[in-house]
């Protein structure tokens, strides 16, 4: 049951991030996003003082959509806070924060574990929030070109429908759900799912923005995205449970040694939007997955004998090669698409991220089920270096394509 503490938040999230993102290109990218950081900050109050699990899960439901309001348009802002020259180095700078955030979020937590109860989780996200939201207000910019089509309520809902049965659909699979049940949801799937995206195809601005899916780097992007969230989960899922059960690590010290990981993603990440103003990010995504590709399969070959030593510098391999990737197709996606299609842009983004990381959890459980305990989390980290194999692979396919940066 627990886990529908997790489940609620990234299922809130998945059905409501492109409406949000369609959103920002309507109403302005600030709006959204203020109105998501209130709205984060009034859930995380309601979660702290959740007195059932009932109630928590909704909360965790509505900080859901939310955080899916935050990030619809947080690199659609970065677009407008930016000149266009300087854009990767912008998003260097949001992948360094992010970074930071990652490192530091584990021990944080561990230290409020340490002296108060699990509500003081949330309850700290209070004095954040609002911090954010009066920084907000008072300095993000407010873009002047918006668009001046109607909202699609109807396409809304049937990308609710349609993402939220595939998510709920491949964490049936990974749980062994019985399986006329699961059959009923992809019949809904396919009706569904069919249904919105003949829709999107008459839309002239659609909610799921198939058109930017013709621009050809736009396209190979975001499905390099897909593949390298698909790596990465598979390795941060599995990696614990050999830390933990293998080599016998407590929690904390588990949470210590995945720390190099972000913080190498934290000095790369940076230094890569410096370098895409003068290689070409196909070349830098390539290396980007190639490196973590290398350390994900040299993940694969550790032992109970393996020292922390070994570990961490692999993991560091891990987190620069990503660095190296994350910022220059991030900021490839967004400067293809048209400026007012910013939102829309952002949002495939982030269901980019989103559908990797689902998928690779998923295939972390599939394979957890099929393969010997000793082995299993070796072979998740070498399904994710395949597929960071194939990242680079369709990185290096833009070469053909000029830089939009």
């Not at 002047?144 to 429908?161: G, L």
């Not at 922390?308 to 990503?322: E, P, Q, V, W």
């Not at 400026?339 to 982030?350: D, E, I, K, V």
Request: charged fraction near 10%; proline fraction near 4%; aromatic fraction near 8%.
């Amino acid at each position: 049951s627990s886990i529908w503490v997790v489940n609620a938040f990234q299922l809130a999230m998945t059905i409501s991030l492109l409406a949000f993102s369609s959103l920002g290109d309507l109403w302005g990218y600030k709006r959204v996003y203020v109105l998501g950081l209130s709205m984060f900050t009034v859930t995380s109050l309601i979660c702290a003082l959740s007195d059932s699990f009932i109630t928590l899960v909704i909360a965790r439901g509505l900080q859901g959509f939310s955080a899916a309001a935050i990030t619809s348009v947080n690199t659609a802002l970065l677009r407008v806070i930016f000149p266009a020259r300087f854009l990767a180095r912008g998003m260097g700078i949001n992948g360094l924060i992010i970074a930071v955030a990652a490192a530091a979020g584990p021990t944080v937590a561990a230290g409020i574990l340490a002296i108060a109860d699990w509500p003081w989780l949330f309850a700290i996200n209070v004095p954040l929030g609002l911090t954010a939201l009066l920084l907000g207000i008072k300095h993000l910019p407010r873009q002047e070109e918006r668009t001046k089509r109607k909202f699609d309520y109807i396409s809304a809902i049937a990308n609710a429908v349609t993402f939220g049965l595939l998510i709920y659909t491949l964490d049936g699979f990974a749980h062994h759900e019985k399986m006329d049940f699961l059959f009923i949801q992809l019949i809904v799937l396919a009706v569904v799912g069919t249904y919105y995206v003949r829709r999107q195809l008459t839309q002239t601005t659609p909610l799921l923005p198939l058109d930017l899916l013709r621009i050809p780097i736009f396209r190979l992007s975001i499905l390099t995205s897909i593949c390298s969230f698909i790596a990465q989960m598979t390795a941060m899922v599995s990696l614990p449970f050999f830390l933990q059960n293998t080599l016998g690590h407590s929690e904390v010290m588990t949470g210590l040694l995945l720390t190099p990981w972000p913080l190498a993603t934290l000095v790369t990440a940076p230094l890569a939007g410096y370098l895409v103003e003068r290689i070409h990010p196909g070349i830098l995504g390539s290396v980007g997955m190639a490196l973590f590709a290398v350390g994900l399969f040299s993940l694969s070959s550790l032992t109970a004998e393996s020292s922390d030593i070994s570990i961490i510098l692999r993991l560091m391999l891990c987190g620069a090669g990503f660095g190296l990737f994350q910022t220059p197709n991030n900021s490839t996606i967004i400067s293809s698409a048209p400026t007012q299609r910013s939102g829309g842009a952002s949002g495939m983004l982030g269901m980019a991220r989103l559908l990797g990381q689902t998928t690779g959890t998923t295939l972390v459980a599939l394979l957890f089920s099929f393969v010997a305990h000793d082995r299993s989390t070796a072979v998740c980290l070498m399904v994710g270096s395949g597929f960071a194999v194939v990242a680079a692979i369709v990185s290096s396919l833009r070469l053909s394509q000029p830089s939009t940066l």
